[in-house]
C-alpha cells in the first residue's frame, strides 16, 4: 500500500478476484494460497518497476533461507542473465534492485547487508519455475533429453536454479583445506547444499564444479 499507493478497497478487491492459481490445487492450505496473491501483486510491480531484482528474487529461491552474501551476484556478473547482469556491475543499478524487493517485503536485509528470504517465500517462487529436468527436455528435444547433462549445459543456462549453482561455484574458494578460507566457507557453504539438493532433486543431474 506504501509502495503503491493503491487505495485499500482497489487492493482489497484485486485480492478477491485475483487467488493464485500456483497454489490451487494444494489442500489445506488456504492461508498459503492468499498469501500467494498477495505475492503475485508485489511480483508485478517489481517486474515493472526493475526486471532485475525479479531476477535475484528467482535466484535467492532455490539459495538457503540464511543470509546470503551479495557478492555472489557483484562479483559474478559473467554467469548471470540480462537485465541483471548489467545492474550487477552498475553500483547503483544494483542497489536500486535490491531496494525494490526489500521495499516490497518480498526480503530482507540483515545487520551485515545480507539479503535473506522466508523458507515460505522461496517456496513459492520456485513453484513459478518448471523443473530444471523439464527445462531442459524442452530445450533439447526428446532425442537429447535421454542424455545426461550436468545442470549448467547451456540448454539450463538460463534457469535460476542453474544460476544459482553458476555463482556458487564461481565463489566457493578452491581450496578447503586452507584454514583463511573457512569463514567464506562458513557462509557459503547452506546454500551450496541446498542448491546442490534442489539440482539432484528437480533434475536428476550430477553435480559439477567440485561439489
Not at 583463511?180 to 547444499?193: I, S, T
Request: charged fraction near 20%; aromatic fraction near 4%.
Amino acid at each position: 500500500l506504501e509502495r503503491t499507493q493503491t487505495p485499500p478497497r482497489e487492493l482489497l478487491q484485486e485480492l478477491t478476484i485475483r487467488q493464485s492459481p500456483l497454489w490451487a490445487g494444494t489442500a489445506g492450505n488456504r492461508g498459503h494460497r492468499s498469501l500467494a496473491t498477495v505475492w503475485e501483486l508485489s511480483l508485478d510491480w517489481i517486474r515493472d518497476e526493475d526486471a532485475a531484482g525479479l531476477q535475484i528474487l528467482d535466484i535467492c529461491a532455490y539459495l538457503a533461507a540464511e543470509p546470503i552474501p551479495l557478492d555472489l551476484f557483484k562479483s559474478h556478473s559473467n554467469d548471470l542473465p540480462q537485465p541483471l547482469s548489467t545492474a550487477a556491475e552498475n553500483p547503483m543499478l544494483f542497489t536500486h534492485a535490491v531496494a525494490t524487493i526489500v521495499g516490497c517485503s518480498m526480503a530482507r536485509r540483515n545487520p551485515s547487508g545480507h539479503l535473506q528470504l522466508h523458507r515460505l517465500v522461496q517456496e513459492w517462487l520456485q513453484t513459478r519455475h518448471p523443473k530444471l529436468a523439464e527445462k531442459h527436455e524442452k530445450l533439447s528435444g526428446p532425442a537429447a533429453s535421454t542424455t545426461e547433462e550436468p545442470a549448467t549445459s547451456p540448454a539450463a543456462q538460463q534457469h535460476p536454479l542453474a544460476t544459482a549453482l553458476a555463482v556458487l561455484c564461481a565463489a566457493a574458494p578452491a581450496d578447503t583445506d586452507d584454514p583463511q578460507q573457512w569463514p567464506r566457507w562458513a557462509e557459503l557453504l547452506p546454500h551450496v547444499l541446498e542448491t546442490v539438493g534442489a539440482v539432484d532433486s528437480t533434475a536428476g543431474a550430477d553435480v559439477v564444479c567440485g561439489f
